[in-house]
Each structure stands twice: as C-alpha cells, then as structure tokens.
C-alpha cells in the first residue's frame, strides 16, 4: 500500500527500501500529488534539505553541509545531475520541472558512484525516455499573479528502431512584488521561462541503445536579484541616505532594475551496451551557459551601486564511462560491483561584471551635519566621514573613495556614476576514476566498498580589472597574471548492511567527500587566491523498516559531518573585489532525520519527515565580516563557535491525504504544512531567518474514462512571510520575500 520506488542510486535499478543510503526518491505522480513544480519546491518536503536562491543563482545545503559560493568557478557541495549529466553552474538550476520520471535526493558525500564528486550530497533528476508506445500528456495551469503555465509531452515510435520524444514547458508569471508610488523604476521584470528537450532513441538490437538528447532552456525573471533595503542599515547606508523601508513587505523602491536573463544549452548522449557479463555505459555532454543580470546592491531607491553581468558564462564538457555487473556475470548471485572513469573540462567566469557607482543622488559626506552623527550614537562615524569626505569628488566616485581604487579623470562610464569593469574566467581539467562493489555474506548481511582517485588542475586564466571612460572606452587599471593550482584526492566509503528480517535494513556507513579549491577571481585590488579544497569525512547509522503487512515505512538516520576547509563566501565592495571566498579550518555538523509514509486505510495515507542539526565552526580564525560598530568591512574575526549557516534545528514537513471514489474516479484531498526553526544566512551570525510555517491544500479528481485530471491548489495559505534570501552588505541587509498566499487551477490530459 506504499508505493514503491526503484531507484539507481548505485547504477543499477533497485527497490528504494533496499539501498543502504539515505535517500529521499520521489516519483512523477508524487511529485504532481505534493504540488512541486520547480526543484526548490523539494525543500518542503525532503528533510533536511535547503534549497534557496542569491541573485538568481542556486544555493544548496543538504544536512547544514553546503555553501553560499554562487560564482561559476566555484562548485556546489551537493551536485545537481540531469539524466545523470553533472550541472557545474548554479545559474542554471532553479528552472521549472518538466516531463519527469522521478528526482532521488542522496545525503551524505558522494565520491563513488556519481560524476563529481561531492561533500553534502546529490539531486538526480531523471527525465522521461522516448517510448515505441505513442503518448501525449499536457498540462495547464492558471493561478493568480497572472500565472500562465503549459507543458506538453509528446513520445513514440519513428521507426522500428527508433523513438523520439519532446518536452516543451513555458511559464509566465508577474512579479509578486509591486513597486512603490516614488519608485524611480517603471515596471518589475516577471517570470518568462521556456524549456524544450528533445530525445531521439535507437535500439538497433536488444544488447545495445542510444540515446540522444538536446535541451535548451530560458530563464527570464527578477527572482532573487530583488533585494529590498527592509532592515539593519549601516552607518555608511545611512548617511548615504538609504532608510529602512517599513511599508508594504512585497513593495519595493529600486534605483536599477532587477533581473536575470539565463540560457542553457545542452547536448548530451548515453549509450549503453550489454555483453553477457557485463553492461557497459557512456555518457558525454556538453553545456554552454550564458546569463545577463543586474542587482541594485543597496536594494534601495538612492543610487548607490548596481552590479551588472553582460557576460556571466559556463563551457563544461563532460564524459563518463561505467562497467556495471549484471545478473548473468562472476559470482553474480554474491558480488555487485561497477569500475568507472569521468572526465571534465570546464571555462568559466564573468567576462565581464560591471560595478556601476551612481554620483548624482548621493549626498557629499562632508555636508552631513553633526546633529546626524549625534543620532547615529557612533563615534567612529566622523572617522568614516573624514576617510570619505570626497565620495563626490569628479575624479574619484564612491567606489574609489572607499576602496582605494585610482579611478583617472573623466572615467565616469554612466551618465550617473562610474563603472568598473571586471573580467575573470578559469579553466577546469580533472579527470578521475572510481570503482564500488557490494559483496554479500549471506541474504541478510553485505559489504559495500568504493573509492573515488581525482587529480585537478584549475587555471585562472585571465583577471584584470579596469574602468569605462565617458567615451565608452576601457581604461585598465589591474592585470593580475596568469595562475594554476592543482590537487588530487582519494575519497574512500565503507558500508555494512544487515536486514534481520524481510522489509527491514540496518546500515553503518563511512565516508569521505571532496569539493575542488578554486580561485577566488572576482577581484578589483589584489591578485586573485587559489581557495584550498574541501574535505568531508561523514559518519552514518540508519535504518529502513516496514511495519504492519508494508502499510507503514519508516526510514531514519544518525550522522555527523566533519568538515575541513570549508569554502565560504563573503560579499563586499570594500574588501579589494565583490564576491570574496575563504576557507573556514574547521565545522562539525551532526544531526538526525527521519521519514515516514502511512497508509492508515486503503483511502487514508500519512507522510512525515524532518531533520535536527547542530552545526558549529569548530575553528575559524580570520574570518571575514562587518565592524558591529561601524558597519563597515574588515577581516581578522574569530568566527570559531558560531552556528554554521542554513542550519536549523529542526525542519519537518507533514500531510494527509484522502481519497474518495466517485462517479467516473477517484477525487484526492490532501492538505500539508513544513516547519522551519530558523537559521543564519552569515558566518557572522548577524542576520537570521526567523522560525516559519507554511500550509497547503489540494484537491485532485480523475476523470478516469476522458483520462482527464483536475487539481485546485493553494500555498501559503496563511500568507506566512518568510525570505528566500537575505544579504547583507556594506550599506544594509537586503532580503527577498519568499511568495504570500498563491493558488492555481491546473487540467492535466492524456491520451
């Protein structure tokens, strides 16, 4: 009466109940049931999983094991696969779901089995294969905010050999934000997304397929390049004339429009062949990644500092090869296993990002009169005034003024301010192979042994940072030269299964993850620094058991996360560049989670599920943050103790489901609510995300002789406010709202 799940968690299908893993698997029809539609939806209803978004570009943490690191030379903690093809670039992720088989979500390091190897985990996302059976599926939806979604899916056969199948989606949507009355902008950007994935498949023979695949996606909205200047004004926003904006939470007034313009590109293939003890897999793709952007820094309607991308570009090509046993090889009845090698190279960066400093609206510091300085109550404001005096000044600019950047004369670039222009991009080459078998004892008790050999070399390939004169000249003031760093790593795992009786699995695993040192290459002042690797070795005790006749499932684990050399990121125009990374010496992150299903009745199911954590920097000298007096940047803070960011205690979701037979099928209605005790967005522990709880509802009725699906659906439904990002600053903490209260009617056919 629970459904079952099979799963290739370890390159081979597998009943979900049976794989000594930790894994959260969800199929289509679940997904459809849950209401996820995009895959930052999977946080409401994966334990222990947050997946949030910073300036549109993803940012994910599984178990608290995850970083703010959004740059594209920097890699993920837990790695996204698509049809099992590595996404490195975090600015593609966050795109709507189209025809999908099912999403598994894998917690722990994964340096074995999967391409890249990982320190937090890994999200795999298996579309729907071309079938020889014709097949058309669509879908509608209509909700407020002028949501208009369509999907469609089209499969079967173009010869005897050979199928094909597409997939279209496009999502429309307005902004839930509105702007204010004053606001100096016009209009927000909205949603406007699109995505077509074409696969062609041919099976010439039975021991032998190939599968084609092309997909191209466009991302089009403001997302989180929103930030609204709602609390926690510096003294430097201050009297630069921001102000907190206490009206409306979703009104906002910006001095720059927001918005994020993405397109992906990719080309991909899997073969698979099987010889009679063995099968064999490659895959290969190829992925060119380009997005526009533009944020209003201060998130504010003064004219302070926008970031612009023109350029922000990924080029990843990939392959991969697996030997897979099978049933029919060695000792097939005792031994399991699966040697492989994968391959990636990579180019990417910002070519280039403009930091655009606005003159005309900011007040001369030196007109700040002593009775605000009074209001301030901080005396070491005059020493800002007096370092700042001339943030007007025609040669200098805010940015030269501060950060000490020679800006020559006449360099103004924008009718309203001065541009600086930075360029830096990185090659990536690594190769690595890896191997994994499973020996059983008996039926009851198994032996998992895996290892994973990279070596890495990344090449900082160009870094030079520079100035747009009024003519639209570049002026360059900064080429940094040339740099290489390299590494290699061996990432070990070991797991001991034993299930004492049908439906039920105990297992101990240990293992270690890796997560490749880059450069910290978006730089203005200083050449940019190789940031070391990061390591994390991982300790696992859980358990998957069936009860009552397979009517309840309950899957739960123990862990803890020792991590070295954390990759953490800080951002600051003040600090010699934008986006700035470090490494945090030490953290130690354990915790618990849990997973339930119940089917109460035939009609009546229950799910549950949640996550503890206790995450804490076991040592972290020299970290990076904001004066508590002044507000403004500086290094040398000892961040050792605090609470590792994205870390709630608890997070938990839960739902109810009922299902009433009706005349032509069954009507489904199902309510569910997720809970989150709140976390820290900073190393600093200054900015926080309160506790929150959000409920939904839906309700569901099959048509079953049209094949005719319609669902009513409503989020949020006690408009909780809640953030999807918070960033702090040099002149504020800016946030963006996650969204109020929104519902939708959704028509679903297939034929």
Known sequence: MIEEVIVTSQKREENLRDVPISISAFTADTL?????????????????????????????????VGTDAFIPTADASVATYIDGIYYPSSNSLAQDLGSLERI?????????????????????????KPSFTPEFTTRLTLGNFNEQQARVFVTGPVSDTVAASSSIIRNTADSYYSLTADSPLQSLVGTRNLGVQTKLLWKPVDDFDLLLNATKVQ?????????????????LGYILGVRPDTGNPYEVALSAEPFNFTNNNVGSLEANYRPAWFDV????????????????????????????????FSKVFTSEIQLISNNDGWMADKLKWIVGGYFIKSRAGFDPVDVVVGNNTIPRLGDISAPVISQLGLPLVQQVLDQANAILGPTQGLLGTIAGIPIPPGAIGVPNGTAVRISAYMDTLSPSIFAQSTYNFTEQLALTLGGRYQTEKRTLVQSNAGVLNTDGSYTSLFVFPEDSGSSHNFSPKVTLDYKPYEGSLIYLTYAKGFRSGTFNCVNI?????????????????????????????????VFQNQIQDLQVQFVSILSGGIVSLENAAKATISGADFDVQWAITPSLV????????????????????????????????????????????????AGLSYTIDMSGGPLEIAADT?????????????????????????????YEPWNLRLTAAVRNITNQSYYLYRLVGDFDTGDTLAAPRNYGLSVDWTF
């Open 281 to 312: 897999k490659l895959l290969a793709s190829y992925q060119q990644i380009s997005s526009d952007s533009q944020n209003d820094y201060d998130g504010s309607p003064v004219d302070l500092v926008t970031f612009r991308s023109s350029n922000l």
């Open 525 to 557: 002042l200083k050449a940019p620094e190789f940031v070391k690797p990061e390591t994390t070795t991982s300790y696992e005790l859980g358990t998957k058991t069936d009860f009552f006749d397979r009517r309840l499932r309950v899957s739960a684990a």
């Open 104 to 128: 598994e979500v894998l917690k722990g390091p994964q340096g074995t089995l999967f391409g890249r190897n990982s320190t937090g985990g890994a999200i795999s996302i298996i579309t729907r």
């Open 219 to 235: 991302l089009r909205a403001a997302g989180t390049s929103l930030f609204r200047a709602n609390e926690d004004v510096k003294p």
């Open 674 to 702: 997720y809970y989150n005790s709140g976390f820290y967005y900073d190393n600093q522990n200054t900015t926080q995300q309160p506790a929150y709880q959000i409920y939904g509802a839906r309700a569901s009725y099959l």
């Open 606 to 653: 229950a799910t549950a599920g949640g996550a503890y954590l206790h995450g804490r920097f076991d040592s972290y000298p020299d970290g990076r943050g904001y004066n508590p007096i002044t507000g403004i940047y500086q290094s040398g803070f000892d961040f050792s103790g605090n609470t590792t960011v994205r870390t709630p205690e608890f997070s938990g979701s």
């Open 32 to 64: 459809e049931a849950k209401g996820v539609t995009t895959v930052k939806d999977l946080t409401q209803i994966t334990p222990g999983l947050q997946y949030d978004e910073v300036a549109s570009f993803s940012t994910i943490f599984l178990r608290g």
